[in-house]
């Protein structure tokens, strides 16, 4: 059975980028394939363009749509094999997926990083538990360590604006007064690793990302020198991978700003923050992609569908 | 274009009451309308009827239905211009408002005032901050200072029930033990400025409304006075509003009764306390209208709808 | 006006589960019946199996949705009459009922037990202030006393299951750390009564049910006794009735174990904690018909809805 847990599930991202584009022009056109087929949206954390455009996706393809806050509207999980449950949690995953994915035709999901221990967040202990045990196809709507629907939709971002055949493209870290977890960075530098383009990390010392993600993508820790030039710059903060899930500073000298920009056309996965991890002159002005990439997750989630549909 | 934000929007009040009147009778006469088009509705606070009936009237032209607890499933807004985004706040209202109008065809919103500064509440900067930086209509489900929904249905109720050329409605305030908001009594007075009637607005001294919005109503500190000869009772509580957003006092004569109501018919926009707002009488008697009143928010809803998916 | 609130508003059990079964072969044959017609699910408590699995028997029927958790998006009832509404609570019951069936065509309803005041308990005021004041048939999704959705389902699961003309069922109590209701218990002892089988109860002292509930169903103390060559052994948790709502021990004893199960199949309603009310051999085994049981909600909710809306 195919899922969509990571960018890697994508047999051929230059073909899933047409088709998605080609579903943004005619969306209602494959209006047939979802008739009488349901999904569940199972969020463990907030969302607000994720809910929206995975629900429009649905929508698009004729789907019906089930949406459940799993941690406030149902029970706490267990997900370790063989424990005494006598504790917090109510219900094991191995009940919970197979139950869950009796009443669907797809199951997506939302579990953050937690960020406290490194192992537990690489066992992707939700996402995997649903994997492991449900019947059906699961999406990865964010989890640990993945949020591959963005990455798609970067992808298909770039691919309309992009005017060169090896664009030069930055993802720079950027100062947030809270821990945030590694799964946007991970999956857009999986994604530009699937690409034609000069692709170079940018952050201070101390936040490298998992070397296993990174592999050969260069990472230049002086920020100007890795923007000068570039065609597009993705701006995203993350905590520290190797002092894992820490703040080790705000530095607001790596706030992104239309001086660093240059000519380059920026991009974020929002929501971002205003005048801490980029400038308000970057946001308004005409270089942003912000919005249109955010335009770009419906289509991103609706090719994914289509195809587990499709499958 | 065209949203729904104040009773001022309305361009022939007696038109749209008869429209939606002919809806009532025929609920899903258009439902070919709304098919393929999507309402997201927005709730900063909580709501039963609005929730409900709006989902009915939506579901009633065909639409697609996104709901979303803003505060508890999504990311706190910021509403000023030019804040450094270090605090409480994770994401501007101008991404918000653009990037959830890419994912709907209306975006429909309930924001309370908070009642603690007056002119942050009348800047109404969540349905303003929308209505500014979206893409797509905006329908006001009650914000600060208006509930044109509710004015609009009460609108209908008069219509459905009224038999003389020029009936005597009164609008009285009435206690409660928690601090109210203006906005269903600012819309019922602006509405009553519409019709062809006798109105009256009756409140304990230090209660009158804005003066801005009261015009030139009569305002009566003898209730049992302005009840005299009435044909319709509208009773709600508010806080006041020249000591903004206090309780003065809670002052149990106030609370209507049946012997005050003689032979009005009686009209409240729900929730109502019983025995404090209105003595059980009322509400269990054969002069309340308060149930059609809420059966009149599915088809207030409905021609609003219509009307900006027409447009 | 029909509703379902309890397993006797079932006019015949065999009827149901065979028709069940045949909605279970064909689930979107009766597509038409639904079709323009809306449920609302009002949520008073948390729920996994009971909110997906109505939705999707709604869904199949064609029908609408509207789901709403009632505490955190609404407004805290009132049920006693002739209450001065000066405290916590904003909204009767009378008014809500029927406002709320104003909007749709069914409603449905969770409100457990709070298992503090067994009379008030008994009273089921939720339920019984709906079925009281609303316009719209409602049915029960576990309240105070009963979940007759749990108990049909558990019947179609033995429907299909059972292959002698008189199988030995026993209804075994568990261990488990929280005070838990009666009402699946109730339930299925109730169901239990309409069906021709050996059946027994099994619980420690302390634990009998509710003995207008129980009649003429034998009680054995003795668990190892009570599962001798049982055939179905359904297991589940509940307080004390007598000492109301108390847990008395968590007597490990009592789990359920392979050995103990025998040759017998193993039910329960889920959620379950694993090793603590029966250990991982059961429910990883082959005997287990949780899964199945589960499955058989969307079933038996469809079979409700679809009587509801044909009467």
Redesign the interface.
Known sequence: MKHYLSIHDIDSLPDWVAEARKLKENP?AHKALGS?R?I?LL?FN????T???T??AA?NLGM?V?V???G????SL?YE???????G????I???A???S???DIVAIRAFALLTDKEKDEAEVVLNGFKKYASVPIVNMEGSVAHPLQALADAITLGEQNTKTRPKVVLSWAPH?KALPHAVANSFVQMMQLQDADFVITNPKGYDLNPDIVNNVPIEHDQRKACEDADFIYVKNWSSYSDYGQVLH?DSDWMMTQEKLGKAQFMHC???????VVE?AV??GTQSL??EQ??NR?YAAQVVLKKLLES
Request: glycine share 4%; aromatic share 6%; charged share 25%.
């Open positions: 209602t009488g349901t569940c969020f907030n969302s607000l363009r809910r929206l455009s629900q429009k929508l019906e089930m459940m806050n799993f406030s509207e149902g029970w267990e094999d063989g424990t005494l449950m006598n504790q949690t109510s219900e094991h191995k009940e919970a197979r139950v869950v009796q009443y669907c007064p705000e929002l929501p971002v923050r205003r005048n801490v308000d946001l308004d912000v919005i955010a335009n419906t």
